[in-house]
């Protein structure tokens, strides 16, 4: 029933920034941790960053913590994944995902929708 649309991706160069969203449907959005995933050519899906239902509480994987902000609105059904100093490591399909529970979690088991991704490609 819940549907999950991310947008935002697209060329970027190093250094450069890119701001992605997810819009999502379904009546529980406040009630359930968001999160950002990636997965890079030839590697599994990583965690990136995940936020609780109230927005309260952030987790972000070591490789883009200080970089990546997840941010969240509610009234909006939004998710966003802010990304500075973009670099040729964050190179990915960026998929958004709802939780199962509302608390935060990096273990991609703990959430059961997915959108279909967004395509980020950093290059000189």
């Known amino acids: 029933q819940v549907q999950l649309v991310e947008s935002g991706g697209g060329l970027e160069q190093p250094g450069g920034s890119l701001r992605l969203s997810c819009v999502a449907s379904?009546?529980?959005?406040?009630?359930?941790?968001m999160g950002w995933f990636r997965q890079a050519p030839g590697k599994e899906r990583e965690f990136v960053a995940t936020?609780?239902?109230?927005?309260?509480?952030?987790q972000y994987a070591d490789s883009v913590k200080g970089r990546f902000t997840i941010s969240r609105d509610n009234a909006k059904n939004m998710v966003y994944l802010q990304m500075n100093s973009l670099n040729s490591e964050d190179t990915a399909v960026y998929y958004c995902?709802?939780?199962?529970?509302?608390?935060?979690?990096?273990?991609?088991?703990?959430?059961?929708?997915w959108g279909q991704g967004t395509q980020v490609t950093v290059s000189s």
């Open positions: 995902a709802r939780g199962v529970y509302s608390g935060i979690s990096y273990v991609s088991g703990l959430y059961d929708a």
């Open positions: 936020i609780s239902g109230s927005g309260g509480t952030k």
């Open positions: 379904g009546r529980t959005f406040s009630s359930r941790a």
